[in-house]
Structures are given as structure tokens and as C-alpha cells.
Nanobody, 124 residues
């Protein structure tokens, strides 16, 4: 079992920056994949980025590439999402997710473990 706790959401003006954290309880493995998804009301949960816990390699949705960066801190069992040049369309509830496997999937159904979500609101 993996429990995920997110923090760091809030309100920011367009063009600003915000960072989210996701602390994972329990042991992590080099074969784990950690991801961030986001969701707006009435729409499906969309892939934002993922990181392989073992080697730190990442993948990003085109909509955030060059603006968002995902990283990890092995010692703290924590992943981060650093968001720069935020746009109003980035407004959503952001969820941290985990899979006990290496996966390139961008489908939320591939991730069995989820945090509670944190609201990010970008004002224009």
C-alpha cells in the first residue's frame, strides 16, 4: 500500500509560479512510477507528467512541456511539481498518483494509488 499526501496548491496570477509536493508513505521501489494528473469539473482526469522513481526520467504532456518540472527526493520519499508561467487553463485540482510498476501510460486507470488532490487556481 502507498499513501500519498499532496500540498502546495493555491491561487496565483497568470505568469506566476507554484510548486506542489506529494509525500509517499511506505517503502518506495526503483520500479515505481509517480505521476501528476489534473482534473476540472465535468472532465476526465488528464495526465500532466510522470517520473520513474529509479532513474528519475520524466515525461510531460505537451500542454505543460517547458513550463512544468517534476522531480523527486529519494530521502524524503517526496515528488514535486514545479509550475512556471502558469496560465488560466492550468486551473484544476491536481492529483498525485503512484503505480508499483514502470509505466509509460498516460491513462489514469493505470495508477492504483492517489492522493486527495489540491486545488490550483490561476487568475487572468
Amino acid at each position: 500500500q502507498v499513501q500519498l499526501v499532496e500540498s502546495g496548491g493555491g491561487l496565483v496570477q497568470a505568469g506566476g509560479s507554484l510548486s506542489l509536493s506529494c509525500a509517499a508513505s511506505g517503502r518506495t521501489f526503483s520500479t515505481d512510477t509517480m505521476a501528476w494528473f489534473r482534473q476540472v469539473p465535468g472532465k476526465e482526469r488528464d495526465f500532466v507528467t510522470h517520473i520513474f522513481w529509479g532513474d528519475g526520467s520524466t515525461d510531460y504532456a505537451d500542454s505543460v512541456k517547458g513550463r512544468f518540472t517534476m522531480s523527486r527526493d529519494n530521502a524524503k520519499n517526496t515528488v514535486y511539481l514545479h509550475m512556471n508561467f502558469l496560465k488560466p487553463e492550468d486551473t484544476a485540482v491536481y492529483y498525485c498518483a503512484a503505480a508499483r510498476a514502470l509505466t509509460y501510460s498516460r491513462n489514469y486507470a493505470s495508477y492504483p494509488y492517489w492522493g486527495q488532490g489540491t486545488q490550483v487556481t490561476v487568475s487572468s
